[in-house]
Each structure stands twice: as C-alpha cells, then as structure tokens.
C-alpha cells in the first residue's frame, strides 16, 4: 500500500512537471496553447483577460479566418478554467503552484502569459467621427474616399501600420479612393514591403509628413448622415507645400497600452520591462518570448508584439524553451547549488536581488527559512556578495576557496603578483590557449557577480599589485546582470580604497568572451603595464 501511494505521488509529480498553463483568452492565447501542445506539453488555460484579438496582421480575411479555424480544432483543445482576476503564481523548486480565483491550488513545470490588450484612446484634439484602426481589418464602404493616419502623436507600430496600408489597399480596390499619411513607411519585413508596393501600385497615395502632424477638420454638412473631412498636410516630399485632402472617412492609428500587464506578472517580472512599460528580454541567450525567470515566458502583445506572423514564431521558440526547461526539470538534482547556514536571519535581500526567482521564503509556523530553486540558480553569486550574514554561500565555488587564495598571497608575501579573477564560462575557456605572464594568478570564479566588497578588499590588501576582473560582455553573461553588477561594484570601491589608501594596488575590469583568448591575454598585458607605472 505504501508503495502504491509513493509511485502515485511520483507520477503526479512527473506530470506536474511537463505540463504547461497558459494563461489568456484569446488569440494570442490560442496560437500559444497549439505550439505548446504540437511538443507533447500537457496544457491548461486560464481563460483571463479580453476575447478579442490585438493581433494585427498583413494578409486577407480568408486566410486569417482559416488559420483561426484551424486553431479551434480539437487536436489543440485542452482543460480551461475560467478566471475573473489573475492567477496568483509563486515559484517552487519544480515549477510553479499556481492559485486559481476559486481557491484551488496546482502545479505547472511552466507557466505562458499570453493576455490581449487594449489600445490607447483617441488622441483628444481629433474631431468627433475619426475612427481607429482595429486589430481586424476594417471593410470601408465602397467608392467613398478614406484617409489613413499614421504617426499622429508617436510613430506607429509597424504591425498597425500595415494594416492600416492593407485597409487603405482593400479601399482602393473595392472602387474607393485611399490616402496614407505618415512619417515613416511602416514596413516590416518582405510581407511590409510587398504590401507597400502592392498598394502604391493600386492608386493609394502615400503622403509624408514631417515634425508638423496633420490638421484634421470635420466639415459641416447639409446631410446628417454623412460625415466629410478636411486634412491640412504639409507634404516634405513635394516641395514642402500644403496639401489639402477631403474624404469620408478618417482612421487614426494607435498603439497598445502597456499597463494592461496584470499587477501579478509585473511583480514576477520586475525590471524586465522597456522605457514604455512593454516586458523585454535583453540577453543574446533569450529567445523571444522568454524571460528570464526561467520556466515563465511572455508571448505577444504584452511584448510589444502584435504582428500575427512575429506572434506565431515567438510562440514556437518559447514552446520550444520551454520542453527544454520541462527537461531540466526532470534531471534537476535534489540538492541545492547553494548553501543557506544558521547566520541567515531573513533580511530577504537576496530574495530582492536574484535576477532569476531562484529564491523563495518558505513559511514555516516556528521559523521561516529562504528555500533556493536548483534547477532556475544560474550561480551568479550576486545574492552571496551581498548578503550582510555571509549566510549564502554557492557549492562550486565555496567562500573557502577565496580565503585559502588570500592566506596563500600573504603566506608568499606576493607583492609582485597580480590576480584576475575570470568568469570560469568565458575567461576561464579561453585561458587553455593563452600562457599567463609570470606572477599573475589566475582565480575562476562563478561569474564576476559573485565578487563581493570584502573579498576584494581583502586580497588587494594581501599585498598584490592590483587586481584584474574578467567579466562577461553586457548581454553575454549567463546572468541577466552578472557582469554589469560586477562592474558597478568595482567602480564604487575604486574610489572609497583610492581615498583610504595612498599606497593601494590597481584596479580594472574588463570584459571579454570564451572566444578572445588573444584579447585576454592582450587586456592582461596592458593591466600590467598600467600597474608597473604606478609610482611607488
């Protein structure tokens, strides 16, 4: 009986593990849940957010209908619940547990936003009757004469803009008369220029404005039912003068609202997220639509993305992140990378500080305690630098290791010694082709992130001559901001020891990659040369 209850608890565990939820209602959502379930991935959708779609797209309404029909069959049907607010999710050492509005409780190896969005309203000094343009392309009534304008008060995303021009095109065709008033052609890979191209051929005239925005009016007419418009546009490209346009029908391009990002995956993704307030992902080892909180990954308009084809393609690169990260999960060890002693009294700032929600505090009635998440540690080491207890400490690289470095420097009295201290993925590789100068030591380390303040301290005040850090390049490091916190960290004490100490050694940071054994050995060289020319 026993053991029929343990393997029965393993296999819920296993298929908690490959499952995904996705959580959104509508297209976007759709597009999410066939790419995930065309991998193996078992999937649930949370139905929260809008029904509509904010996906815009070039091509014509048949094949559009026809692909969302295609969606719709029952190969990528799967369990939904309904949801009036966001899912609350907290990550765990598996996966996530996710709590649903109705109080139940589950587990998903990983989790897909994929909510719709909003557009912005219509800018408040356009007269009343201008329409927007909608994520579905619009039919405007036959032979009347219809003005499409772009870039009003921003420039205009290029996933609306175009169908903004495929409106206009289908206007020209259907006997209508189409303008295009813009800044910049809004043309995003050969479907844009094609589209461009296949509308200026049909008649549509595209018009270009400069700092100067159009000047709509609407004109009073004898007949309510009809509405008419006059646009002033100072065209840059014909000699700079006025052009005046009257048509029947006006549409106004404007983009999605970023705050439409429910409060629960802000919080799980701070600071990834653009001066507009759109979630990013900024690493050369992110694929679109993944975040860095390994196992959560966003897809469509809350990226900024609302073409259907870009939508389509992020949607298959995080699936196909995520049975990776699904993978991982089942050979994830047991054990932690790091080690959490008696000395933590839960100050929580390493919790604040992991890049990668690595770290959880796990409740527990007598005393609380910080649980670290194996399988999302990418030993960064930036929460053991900064944590005020010396409490963290990462296994590979243990604190023991810095301070037998340290008692050897002092042992030797090696002031004619140098130190870098390299990222062991990037340094470290690129050291097997170099032959290290006499007196230099080289020490790897996790990642330049995980050299703290008094590790720093203490060796350059070992009596060496200074101290050369090889980090990764901004955008290369395994850790969302390994090298950079390493980098800030190194400026502030150059200054604080420069002021404390007449006498101190040297300083530097660089960065480099696996690939640049050359420059490594080049960057060493110049430290060294910039060292020996410190006066005495």
């Not at 303008?179 to 479907?191: D, E, I, K, S, T």
């Given at each position: 009986?026993?053991?029929?209850?343990?393997?029965?608890?393993?296999?819920?565990?296993?298929?908690?593990?490959?499952?995904?939820?996705?959580?959104g209602?509508?297209?976007?959502?759709?597009?999410?849940?066939?790419?995930?379930?065309?991998?193996g991935?078992?999937?649930?959708?949370?139905?929260?957010?809008?029904?509509?779609?904010?996906?815009?797209?070039?091509?014509?309404?048949?094949p559009?209908?026809?692909?969302?029909r295609?969606?719709?069959e029952?190969?990528?049907?799967?369990?939904t619940?309904?949801?009036?607010?966001?899912?609350?999710?907290?990550?765990?050492?598996?996966?996530?547990?996710?709590?649903?509005?109705?109080?139940s409780?589950?587990?998903?190896?990983?989790?897909?936003?994929?909510?719709?969005?909003?557009?912005?309203?219509?800018?408040?000094?356009?007269?009343?009757?201008?329409?927007?343009?909608?994520?579905?392309?619009?039919?405007?009534?036959?032979?009347?004469?219809?003005?499409?304008?772009?870039?009003?008060?921003?420039?205009?995303?290029?996933?609306?803009?175009?169908?903004?021009?495929?409106?206009?095109?289908?206007?020209?065709?259907s006997?209508?008369?189409?303008?295009?008033?813009?800044?910049?052609a809004?043309?995003?890979?050969?479907?844009g220029?094609?589209?461009?191209?296949?509308?200026?051929?049909?008649?549509?005239r595209?018009?270009r404005?400069?700092?100067?925005?159009?000047?709509?009016?609407?004109?009073?007419?004898?007949?309510?039912l009809?509405?008419?418009?006059?646009?002033?546009?100072?065209?840059i490209?014909?000699?700079?003068?006025?052009?005046?346009?009257?048509c029947?029908?006006?549409?106004?391009?404007?983009n999605?609202?970023?705050?439409?990002?429910?409060?629960a995956?802000?919080?799980?993704?701070s600071?990834?997220?653009?001066?507009?307030?759109f979630?990013?992902q900024?690493?050369?080892?992110?694929?679109?639509?993944?975040?860095f909180?390994?196992?959560?990954?966003?897809?469509?308009?809350?990226?900024?993305?609302?073409?259907?084809?870009?939508?389509?393609?992020?949607?298959?690169?995080?699936?196909?992140?995520?049975?990776?990260?699904?993978?991982l999960?089942?050979?994830?060890?047991?054990?932690?990378?790091?080690?959490?002693?008696?000395?933590?009294?839960?100050?929580?700032?390493c919790?604040?500080?992991?890049?990668h929600?690595?770290i959880?505090?796990?409740?527990?009635?007598?005393?609380?305690?910080?649980?670290?998440?194996?399988a999302?540690?990418l030993?960064c080491?930036?929460?053991?630098?900064?944590c005020?207890?010396n409490?963290l400490d990462?296994?590979?690289?243990?604190?023991?290791?810095?301070?037998?470095?340290?008692e050897r420097?002092?042992?030797?009295?090696?002031?004619?010694?140098?130190?870098?201290?390299?990222?062991?993925r990037?340094?470290?590789?690129?050291?097997?082709?170099?032959?290290?100068?006499e007196?230099?030591?080289f020490?790897p380390v996790?990642?330049?992130?995980?050299?703290?303040?008094?590790?720093?301290?203490?060796t350059?005040?070992?009596?060496?001559?200074?101290?050369?850090?090889?980090?990764?390049?901004?955008?290369?490091?395994?850790?969302?901001?390994?090298?950079?916190?390493?980098?800030?960290?190194?400026d502030?004490?150059?200054?604080?020891?420069?002021?404390?100490?007449?006498?101190?050694?040297?300083?530097?940071?660089k960065?480099?990659?696996?690939?640049?054994?050359p420059?490594?050995?080049?960057?060493?060289?110049?430290?060294l040369?910039?060292?020996d020319?410190?006066?005495?």
């Amino acid at each position: 009986m026993l053991n029929s209850k343990l393997q029965t608890n393993t296999l819920q565990e296993t298929r908690a593990n490959q499952s995904a939820l996705v959580v959104g209602n509508g297209l976007t959502a759709s597009i999410v849940t066939a790419a995930v379930k065309s991998l193996g991935i078992d999937v649930t959708r949370s139905k929260f957010g809008l029904d509509s779609a904010l996906l815009f797209h070039s091509g014509g309404r048949g094949p559009f209908e026809a692909f969302v029909r295609f969606l719709n069959e029952g190969a990528f049907r799967c369990e939904t619940t309904a949801s009036s607010t966001p899912v609350e999710i907290i990550p765990v050492e598996k996966g996530f547990v996710v709590t649903f509005d109705d109080g139940s409780r589950s587990e998903f190896g990983c989790v897909f936003f994929a909510t719709e969005g909003n557009l912005k309203p219509i800018p408040n000094d356009l007269p009343d009757g201008v329409n927007i343009v909608t994520p579905g392309i619009l039919k405007v009534p036959s032979s009347q004469s219809a003005c499409f304008v772009l870039d009003y008060e921003e420039i205009t995303d290029p996933s609306i803009g175009m169908n903004a021009m495929r409106m206009a095109l289908d206007n020209q065709l259907s006997g209508g008369n189409s303008f295009v008033l813009l800044r910049h052609a809004p043309v995003q890979g050969m479907l844009g220029e094609t589209l461009y191209e296949t509308a200026r051929l049909a008649g549509v005239r595209f018009l270009r404005f400069g700092n100067i925005a159009p000047r709509i009016e609407r004109l009073q007419t004898s007949n309510d039912l009809s509405i008419k418009f006059q646009i002033s546009i100072q065209d840059i490209i014909e000699r700079g003068e006025d052009i005046l346009i009257e048509c029947d029908r006006v549409f106004v391009t404007v983009n999605p609202l970023p705050a439409d990002i429910p409060i629960a995956f802000k919080h799980l993704l701070s600071k990834e997220t653009d001066p507009l307030g759109f979630l990013i992902q900024d690493s050369v080892h992110c694929l679109t639509g993944k975040s860095f909180r390994r196992g959560l990954y966003c897809v469509g308009p809350s990226t900024g993305c609302m073409d259907l084809l870009e939508t389509v393609f992020s949607a298959s690169a995080a699936a196909a992140d995520a049975r990776s990260w699904l993978g991982l999960l089942e050979q994830a060890p047991s054990s932690s990378k790091m080690s959490v002693s008696e000395q933590c009294i839960r100050c929580l700032t390493c919790l604040r500080l992991c890049p990668h929600a690595a770290i959880s505090l796990k409740s527990q009635p007598s005393k609380s305690s910080v649980n670290i998440t194996g399988a999302r540690c990418l030993e960064c080491g930036i929460c053991v630098a900064e944590c005020p207890r010396n409490a963290l400490d990462l296994k590979g690289f243990p604190e023991e290791d810095f301070v037998t470095l340290i008692e050897r420097l002092r042992a030797q009295n090696a002031h004619d010694s140098t130190v870098v201290f390299g990222c062991h993925r990037s340094a470290g590789r690129a050291l097997s082709e170099i032959e290290l100068p006499e007196k230099v030591i080289f020490f790897p380390v996790s990642c330049a992130g995980r050299l703290s303040e008094s590790i720093l301290s203490a060796t350059l005040l070992a009596g060496i001559k200074g101290i050369l850090v090889l980090g990764c390049h901004h955008g290369n490091c395994r850790s969302k901001n390994g090298t950079d916190w390493a980098k800030a960290r190194l400026d502030t004490m150059t200054t604080r020891l420069n002021t404390m100490f007449k006498d101190i050694g040297s300083f530097s940071y660089k960065t480099m990659a696996a690939n640049e054994s050359p420059r490594m050995l080049k960057l060493i060289n110049e430290f060294l040369d910039s060292v020996d020319r410190i006066p005495d």
